[in-house]
Each structure stands twice: as C-alpha cells, then as structure tokens.
C-alpha cells in the first residue's frame, strides 16, 4: 500500500522556523521525484518545492525561494521541507507528494493527506 504520511506541521509565529516531514512507504522511492504543494483556503493547490531524482535538481516556487529547503534522506525513505522566515501568506495545508517521473514535473502519482502550517503574525 502507498502512503505518504506528513508530520512537522504546527503553529508558528512570524519570522520563525519549521520542518516538515514525509514518510514514504509502497512504493520504488528513488524512482520517484518528490515534491512539497500548498493549498490555502480559497486558493488553489500551488507546487512549492521539487527535488529530482536524476540529478538532484531542485525546484523552489518564487514566493518560497531563499526560504525553504527541500532535502531528501533515502535511506529512510523520507523527504523534508525546512521552512524559514516564515510569514503568514505561507499558512496553508502543506501535502507531500510523489511525482510521476524521477524528473521533477509537479504531476504526482501519489499524495499525502496534509499537514497544517499556520504562521501568526
């Protein structure tokens, strides 16, 4: 069975930091592109971040660029995304997910079920 199974999300004030967490399991991962998509509410889902598979590659969208770091640990199967100077526009229910390629095109195969990021100011 496929499950990606995020973890780290919480409350956070303004400026602070947090990481979040995807364990992946069912399925071949390194052949797998992993991404991170955001959705908040009245806003459509929107690709934050992608790491490739074949190089290593990876993909921030402009609002998070500077300030999140997606990395991966394949050993144990699991991906992560380190969220800095966080502001309260970044609030939204962050998925994990599982491209359908080892090259990063934010066209998953597979998704998790969210976490909640919710940043005061």
């Known amino acids: 069975e496929v499950q990606l199974v995020e973890s780290g999300g919480g409350l956070v004030q303004a400026g602070g930091s947090l990481t979040l967490s995807c364990a992946a399991s069912g399925f071949t991962f390194d052949h797998h592109a992993m991404s991170w998509f955001r959705q908040a509410p009245g806003k459509e889902r929107e690709g934050v971040s992608c790491i490739s598979r074949t190089a290593g590659t990876t993909y921030y969208a402009d609002s998070v660029k500077g300030r999140f770091t997606i990395s991966i640990n394949n050993a144990e199967n699991t991906v992560y995304l380190r969220m800095n100077s966080l502001r309260p526009e970044d609030t939204a229910v962050y998925y994990c997910?599982?491209?359908?390629?080892?090259?990063?095109?934010?066209?998953?195969?597979?998704w998790g079920q969210g976490t909640q990021v919710t940043v005061s100011s």
């Open positions: 997910a599982a491209d359908g390629d080892e090259v990063c095109s934010f066209a998953p195969d597979y």
